[in-house]
C-alpha cells in the first residue's frame, strides 16, 4: 500500500472539489458513509486491492485525489454490487468507481499495471462491438493485446474449451439489436473524454 490515510477532521478542506464533481456525476453522497466497513467486508477481491472500498470512500471524503487515481483499486473493481447491497447508506460505490476511472483516463493517469488497462480496454471495445461480454473475443484480444500468448493458450486449455464443450460460450458472438443505439453510446463517451 503507497500511502497510509489519516482520519482527522482537521485534515478535511473546506471545499472538496473531487467530493462536489463525484456526487454531481454520480448523485452519491460521500460524505454519507460513516465507515462501517461492511463494503470491504464483503468485496471478493479485496485482497488484490491497494485500498478497499472502505478506504476509497474515505479518500473521497478527505479529497485525495491523486490517492485515488493512482489507486489500483478503481481498475480492479468489478462492479459486482455486494458493497452496494451491504452499504446501509445505500452508496453506489460501484458507480463511484467508474466515475474515478473516467477522471482517470479524462486526466491521463494510467494504471500502475499496464494488464490492468489492457483488459480495460479490450473489455469496452468488446462490449461496443458485441453489444455485451462476448468471452472469446475478450480473451481473445486480451491475449493479442497484452502479448501473454502462451498465458493466453492455457487460459483457452483450461477455461476456454470446457466452457464451449458445454455450450457456455459460443466462437461468434450472438447478434444483438441496438447496434445503432450501443454506437450512440459510444460516440457520446467519446465526446466527453478530453
Not at 63 to 84: E, F, M, P, R, Y
Request: hydrophobic share 40%; with cysteine.
Amino acid at each position: 500500500m503507497s500511502e497510509v490515510l489519516r482520519f482527522s477532521s482537521t485534515d478535511a478542506p473546506a471545499r472538496n472539489p473531487l467530493r462536489a464533481m463525484l456526487e454531481e456525476r454520480t448523485g452519491q453522497d460521500a460524505l454519507s458513509c460513516y465507515q462501517c466497513g461492511k463494503c470491504s467486508a464483503g468485496c471478493p477481491i479485496i485482497k488484490y486491492m491497494d485500498l478497499g472500498p472502505q478506504r476509497v470512500l474515505r479518500a473521497i471524503q478527505m479529497g485525495q485525489k491523486d490517492l485515488l487515481l493512482n489507486s489500483s483499486t478503481i481498475w480492479l473493481c468489478v462492479t459486482c454490487q455486494t458493497c452496494n447491497t451491504r452499504c446501509p447508506r445505500k452508496i453506489d460505490i460501484p458507480r463511484l468507481m467508474d466515475s474515478l476511472r473516467f477522471l482517470a483516463r479524462q486526466e491521463k493517469v494510467k494504471p500502475n499495471q499496464r494488464a490492468i488497462s489492457v483488459f480495460h480496454n479490450v473489455f469496452l471495445k468488446d462490449v461496443e462491438l458485441a453489444g455485451k461480454l462476448y468471452e472469446a473475443g475478450l480473451i481473445g484480444g486480451y491475449v493479442l493485446s497484452s502479448m501473454q500468448i502462451l498465458d493466453g493458450i492455457g487460459l483457452a486449455r483450461d477455461l476456454g474449451l470446457p466452457m464451449f464443450l458445454k455450450g457456455k460460450v459460443g466462437i461468434l458472438p450472438e447478434p444483438f439489436k441496438g447496434r445503432a443505439e450501443m454506437a450512440e453510446i459510444f460516440k457520446r463517451t467519446a465526446r466527453m473524454e478530453p
